[in-house]
């Protein structure tokens, strides 16, 4: 019988795994499909970015983020320590480049969630990164998501509902298109996709 897992298919020396960049509104429900993804696969590696926004409540340094100053993440910047960044609804928030590249080289499947400008920057500088694009069921669905999170004061919500209309335009420059109708089904496709199962 042929061998199909992946434990027993020869790898071909060149196979570098592709890096896969999960993007979408804020609001769209990426870190619940994320977190959902990686309770049953723990093998896929989530890049921790960096940001200068102030932690949400349960949220810890190192887990969600790193949290870090202005000044901090000026130095980040400034030191090329950062594959990319971007300013999001008034806070930057970045990807540490080092520990995306070493994860890659280990030939791990590596995961960023990031913004729409994020993955425009990754698209330049790693040509070959996988773009997905997570979309709500509806606008309304995502204004109700994005209200109901109860964590953002209403101006915040306004800043991000604007910029979500600008990264609804913009889902034809990405490779795929995922609707996050459920949780569990998305999760199951962005795994497919990135060769997991
Ligand atoms: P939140 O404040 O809700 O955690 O994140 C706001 C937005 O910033 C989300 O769209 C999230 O995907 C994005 N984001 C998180 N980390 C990064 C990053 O390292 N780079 C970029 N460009 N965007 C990020």
Known sequence: ????????????????????????????????????????????????????????????????????????????????????????????????????????????????????QGARLVRESMPDARLVFLAPPSWEELVRRLTGRGTEAPEVIERRLDAAKIELAAESEFDTTLVNTAVEDVARELLALMDVV
């Open 1 to 116: 019988m042929a061998a199909t897992s992946r434990g027993t298919t020869p790898v071909p020396p060149d196979a570098r795994p592709r890096l896969t960049v999960l993007s979408g509104p804020s609001g769209v429900g990426k870190s619940t499909v994320v977190a959902h993804m990686r309770k049953e696969h723990p093998e896929v590696w989530l890049s921790v970015s960096a940001t200068t926004r102030k932690p949400r409540p349960g949220e810890k340094h190192g887990v969600q983020y790193f949290f870090v100053t202005d000044e901090e993440f000026d130095k980040l910047v400034a030191n090329g320590e950062l594959l990319e960044w971007a300013e999001f609804a008034g806070n930057r928030y970045g990807t540490p480049r080092g520990a995306v590249l070493d994860r890659l080289g280990a030939g791990e499947p590596v995961l960023l969630e990031i913004d729409l």
